[in-house]
């Protein structure tokens, strides 16, 4: 009986924590949704409002519509190429990568990884000046190829490491079984592992998309001209340096940013179960 009862009040209290926790990680994503919906100068006020005591659409016509700004649509446009160009072509090179590391054993080795790891250390902004006049040698300034290039040797490192501990974890016998039915080494990979080893490759599908879609910097030095900016630098058009900047119109704007990653992972949420391999094994 006591030990049922010290079982409920464990239960209730990490249930507390739970809720504690959802609340304060959504609560932002709310005050942005509420603050798109209410009028600039209801915004600005020092009064706290849970709630928009003056409904408007008015912010999300000024994002969409209005003459004088940058248009939304090829803002949107520009992020959509240059992200999905990003996520097949960070998949695709750090799961051939992560195969040779993880089932091949050569002499450099030992070497690339540990170059992977002390690559994923260095930060962007110390290789700005370096990138910037690569691309300009190869004529790639205000280009979407550029910003796949950059933003795919960006997220490489860290995409090869992940995906390589999800192949480590697929068993090399499940090959050896489909190689003993008669299968080739490169069949045996394709038919059996390579299916197993869906939940790697959304997980760093799932980072290199947020890294590509919401980086700023490189999107800014990178690609000057207005019709190519990304989403992250069409945001900052509605700054301004004389104290009349648009709060309510940026947060319309962000809400419309976040639908697409919204979207993406409602796609791919099923996918991201764990212990495939496992499964597999038993029985």
């Known amino acids: 009986m006591r030990r049922t009862a010290r079982y409920r009040a464990m239960t209730a209290l990490w249930c507390a924590v739970a809720v504690v926790v959802f609340v304060c990680s959504t609560f932002p994503v709310y005050w942005m949704v509420k603050t798109s919906f209410q009028p600039n100068n209801e915004v600005r006020s020092r009064e706290l409002q849970l709630w928009p005591e003056h409904f408007t659409l008015r912010n999300y016509e000024t994002v969409l519509f209005d003459p004088g700004r940058t248009p939304f649509l090829p803002a949107l446009g520009m992020s ?71 933003y795919t040797a960006t997220v490489l490192p860290f995409t090869i490491w992940t995906l390589r501990g999800f192949v480590d974890g697929v068993p090399i016998e499940l090959e050896e079984a489909a190689m003993i039915d ?26 290199a998309f947020i890294q590509a879609w919401n980086e700023f910097l490189m999107a800014l030095i990178v690609n000057t001209r207005p019709e190519l900016m990304t989403l992250p630098v ?27 990653v919204v979207v993406f992972f409602l796609i791919i949420q099923g996918r991201m179960a764990s212990g495939l391999a496992a499964g597999a094994v038993k029985g």
Do not use: H
Not at 97 to 122: D, E, P, Y
Not at 182 to 205: D, E, I, K, Q, W
């Open 80 to 150: 959509l190429v240059v992200t999905l160009a990003t996520v097949l072509a960070a998949a695709v090179l750090a799961f051939f990568a992560a195969v040779a590391v993880s089932r091949f054993r050569f002499k450099s080795r030992t070497g690339f990884i540990v170059a992977i790891i002390a690559i994923q250390m260095l930060p962007l902004e110390a290789m700005m000046v370096s990138l910037y006049r690569v691309l300009d040698a190869w004529q790639l300034l205000n280009t979407a190829i550029a910003l796949i290039l950059v």
């Open 182 to 207: 008669g299968c080739s080494r490169v069949g045996a990979f394709f038919r059996v592992t390579f299916p197993l080893l869906a939940p790697g490759l959304v997980a760093t599908g799932v980072f």
């Open 234 to 260: 069409w945001l900052r058009t509605f700054l301004t340096l004389n104290g009349t900047t648009n709060w309510a119109a940026i947060m319309a704007g962000s809400t419309l940013m976040a639908i697409p």
